[in-house]
């Protein structure tokens, strides 16, 4: 049953992910990164990662992609001024810098050869565990983690009061 | 048989996917998309050696992954959003100067 599930998801992300590079209009490159996530989450779920999932859902899917959604329509970007003209000589050099990764990584997993006898543990990633794990051994980097979202709503913020205040200058002049 | 080798190869292909993203496009806003891609294929892949290994570490590395992934997005997505209020554009090209 499992191996089924695996590849079915597994061909759901492969082909959102390239939607996500290769679509042009930017609504469905957000769209199909929700669908991405979505599989991505189903396969952590098959990896009985169950809270991890969850939390890949409603965070990722929930409150990231909905930003996203949020600045493309605010933005309200044209299609044209997207793919605009330049699309730069260097582009093939990326994509060759890309294959050479996928490549290299190839040849890293083949040679793994660990990874393919390798039995998979009976551990479950439930809310239980994971949470008595992260508020015993993983309770300094857990609070940190709250001084790190702090500093993000700052940087927000002041970036936000910049820009209200040179829209201001730019108004008045 | 689902081995550890599929999910660390299915990790492999979305990184480069999302690494040819981030290289190839000139629009910021697709390239924090890719970089999204490139967070979700190491999540893939700690999962999976987490599952493999016995060990609950790695998920909890995600967990963390999550967090730190959420707080770059919202700056990330500030910064586009003033970019585009002052450039009318999202073209990484257009970024010249170093001070606006």
Redesign the interface.
Known sequence: MSPYFFYIFAAILIFASLCVVMARNPLYNVLSLVVAIFSLSCLFVLLEAYFVGMILLLVYAGAVLVFFLFVVMCLNLNTIALTSAQQGHFRWLGGMVGLMFALTFALATKSFIKAQTMDPSSIRGTIETIGKILFTDYLLPFELTSFLLLIAIFGIVSLAQGALSTGKDVENS | ??????????S????????????????V??V???L??LL?AS??SF??F???????DG??I???V??????E???G??????M???LS???A?ELRTMKW
């Open positions: 048989m689902i081995t550890l080798g599929n999910y660390l190869a299915l492999g292909i979305i990184f480069s996917i999302g690494l040819i993203g981030v290289m190839t496009s000139r629009n806003l697709k924090l998309l890719s999204e891609l979700a999540n893939l999962v999976a987490s599952k493999f290994n016995g060990d609950y998920q909890l995600v967990f963390f999550i967090l730190v992934a959420a707080a997005v919202a700056i997505l500030a910064i586009v959003v003033l585009y209020r002052r554009t999202i073209q090209d």
